[in-house]
């Protein structure tokens, strides 16, 4: 009897033993596209600052400074929430043990995103009301 019950004993699928360790590539590819991800939102965030530049022809009393503005929140809260998201991404990968570098590398490839789609709204401010030349 003391045979049988030893035979017929399983390990508990979700022990230590058997989860699924993370390989050390994936930990030094996860960390490089992290450190990428920091660096590159920095000089992104600093490049949006030349948005302003943008609002140089227009207008006094016209909305152009607003879309301006509009631009520069754009990419900066962009820049801002795809770095969140993408660190709480690798994260979940993390505890769920699956492919880490594949969300750094993500987050990496979506941060100018926000950027381009901010550049563009301040360069189209510029369009709405531009200095015009004095007339006597």
Do not use: K, Y
């Not at 030893?6 to 699928?13: G, Y």
């Not at 596209?33 to 600093?46: I, N, R, Y």
């Not at 530049?53 to 520069?72: E, F, L, N, R, T």
């Not at 979940?92 to 993500?106: E, K, M, P």
Request: aromatic letters at 6%; a neutral charge; proline letters at 6%.
């Amino acid at each position: 009897m003391l045979v049988r019950m030893m035979t017929t004993c399983a390990l508990v699928p979700s022990s230590q033993t058997n989860r699924r360790r993370i390989p050390v590539w994936d930990w030094v590819i996860t960390g490089v596209c992290l450190v990428l991800d920091f660096v590159t939102a920095m000089g992104l965030a600093l490049f949006t600052g030349m948005f302003a530049m943008a609002g140089d022809s227009c207008a006094p009393d016209s909305p152009c400074m607003g879309q301006v503005g509009h631009g520069i929140a754009i990419s900066l809260l962009g820049i801002l929430a795809v770095l969140v998201i993408g660190l709480g991404c690798v994260i979940v990968a993390a505890i769920s043990r699956t492919r880490l570098f594949i969300w750094a590398l993500a987050t990496l490839l979506l941060l100018p995103v926000p950027f381009a789609i901010g550049s563009n709204i301040a360069n189209h401010a510029s369009e709405l009301s531009t200095v015009g030349p004095s007339h006597p």
